[in-house]
């Protein structure tokens, strides 16, 4: 069935952008249950095309094999009416926790440095706008995939407050964790996202700087609502 798409009606888009651990995920899915719009977490997109070349045993600089990876990914958000990650589908199959491993992080993060997976992901970002509205997560949503958004947030936490949260959120779940050597990695994942050629983690033009770092997510996400609703 084809989709008739009103031209004229503007979806509005909030992009919520930052590095890992900053408390954007939690805060984009509860902004998007509060004002009744669609989610994109494009982390996990990268995520998945990150496990889908661990699974193949594909090496990260294999640019071509992994864009094809990107392209042809299949893959379903199950939406359910709360605010809880939503169900992922690869290839038919649920995909648990092993897209949130650290490994898979890493993987995504270089698979991610590649402009050509960049590129077959891109569309399928965009796709996501819908009405009545779309929170968008990730690093690039306001500076490349929603560059006309209506209001961009920058969400950052200094490293060593990510790592405390990270490291508390392992523990929870019963994971084994170590708080120096997910310093580290934050700090390596930060430099590799930071410094990459295309799309690299930044502040989009007009975007709001929010730290985190001291605040608490429902402090967060009132100021953002509130920023949306000033402008409306
Ligand atoms: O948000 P996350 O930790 O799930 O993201 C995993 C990796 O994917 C991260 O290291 C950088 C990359 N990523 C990206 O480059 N662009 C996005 N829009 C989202 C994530």
Redesign the pocket.
Known sequence: MNKRVDESVVVPVITI?G???SG??TVSRRIAHQLGWHFL???????LV?LATLKRQIDPSEESKISLIASQLEVEFKVDSGIGEPQILLEGTLVGDE??SEQ???S??????LPAV?EA?LQR?RDFRCSPGLV??????GS??FRHAELKIFLDASAEERAQRRYKQLKEKGMSANLAALLEEIQV?DA??RN?SV?P?APADGAILVDSTTQGIDEVVAGILEKWFKLI
Request: proline residues 2%.
């Open positions: 952008d590095p890992g651990g954007k995920g977490d494009s982390g996990a997109l990268y995520r990150a897209i949130r898979c992080g890493d995504a993060s270089k698979v991610a440095a960049r992901l970002q968008a997560d990730g690093r690039d949503m490349v995939v994942r590799r996202d990459r799309a983690l």
